[in-house]
Structures are given as structure tokens and as C-alpha cells.
């Protein structure tokens, strides 16, 4: 496996059009000043100089790509895909989740569809689809809002429902949330359109 220096050292590259801007500007540099009278410099020395000074200045470039690609930011972690599960039943779904899945059996709607859904194993959720309206209910083992609908509503108003208090939420008199808690399961039950006080407290009723 490789380690970070090898994978760094990936990273850095010096094109020929570096190489050759590098050699060209050391070109320039003033070697033909007279050395030493007391000093002989043969040619091939030149050369050599020639020769340090761009593997000098190649290996200072390199050291600063090094410096930038350490520095560059680690990848993002990435996202774990939510264990999301849909079921033919309410029964294979309740055997799946570990718990019996209540359902919804009147709507205000004529349903044309209905799909079960689990999340994480913890949250079943059961969607009823029609033309007019879509109705979701869900539950879960414990004593948490499990609506995921934080909206604010100008409509809030309790009731007692089979034994439970049942908040309803809307606006204008009309709602589309209901939320509860009972015999140690949270519960939710929620309309795209908006529906009458009378609409959702049957729906409530009949959650068995």
C-alpha cells in the first residue's frame, strides 16, 4: 500500500517547458566574468555548476508543490446512504422492524396506492396516495416527534383520540398534521392538502 510521501510525490511534475525556462534563465546568469588570476576554471567545471544550480532550483520547485499538495485539504468524508427499505406488506414490514405496524383504515380520499417504507429499522412509514390528496403515516418505538415537520402553523389544537392527547396542526381553521404519543410508540399522520378538523380526527380514529 502506498504511504503519503509516495502518493505526494505523485503529485509533483515538472514539464519540459519548466525545465527548459529554468535552464534558459541559468543560461543568462554572468559566467563569463574572468576568474582567478591565481585560479584555472576548466570548461567542464562550468558545466558542473550548470548542472547544480538546476538541480538546485528544479528541487526548490519541487519542495514548494510538495508543501502545497500536503496542505491541500482532505477529501470530504463521504455520506453513509441511509438504510432505507420498502415492503410488498404491512406484515413484512412489521416482521422486518421488530414491531406490529399500525395502518390507516378510513381516508377522506378514495387511495390508489399504498407504499411501506422503513427507515434505519426504527421509523415504518405507510403512504397512502390518491388523485385528490396524499396521506403518510408513521410510528416508531419510542417518544419522539417522528413527523419531521417543524413548520410553524397558526392552527394548533389537543384533543383526546382513543385515549391519547392528539395534537392537530394547520392554518386558517383547516389542517394537514396530526402528532402523538401512546402505549410507548410516537405516531404521525400528515395530508399534502390541508384537510377539516372533522377529516383528520376520523383518520386518527381509525388508526388501528
Known sequence: MENRYDKVMKNIEVTSEMRD?????????????????NKIVSFPVYRKYL?????????????????NVINLPKEPPQQAIPDIVEYSS????????GFPVKEIKNTPF?????????????LAQ??????S????????AHD????????????????????????FKGNGGKYVLAVWQGGGYSYSVQ???AISEQELLTTVQSVK
Open 21 to 37: 525556462r529554468i535552464l534558459n534563465n541559468i543560461s543568462k546568469l554572468d559566467l563569463e566574468k574572468a576568474p582567478n588570476k
Open 51 to 67: 548542472f547544480i544550480a538546476a538541480s538546485l532550483v528544479i528541487l526548490l520547485i519541487g519542495s514548494v508543490i510538495l508543501r
Open 90 to 97: 404491512i406484515e413484512e414490514m412489521s416482521e422486518a422492524i
Open 110 to 122: 378514495e387511495v390508489e396506492q399504498v407504499q411501506y417504507t422503513a427507515y434505519w429499522k426504527e
Open 126 to 131: 405507510v403512504q397512502y396516495t390518491g388523485k
Open 133 to 140: 390528496n396524499t396521506a403518510v403515516l408513521r410510528m416508531a
Open 144 to 167: 419522539e416527534d417522528v413527523s419531521g415537520d417543524y413548520n410553524e402553523y397558526s392552527s394548533i389544537k389537543s384533543l383526546t383520540v382513543n385515549g391519547d392527547s392528539v395534537t
Open 191 to 193: 395530508f399534502t392538502k
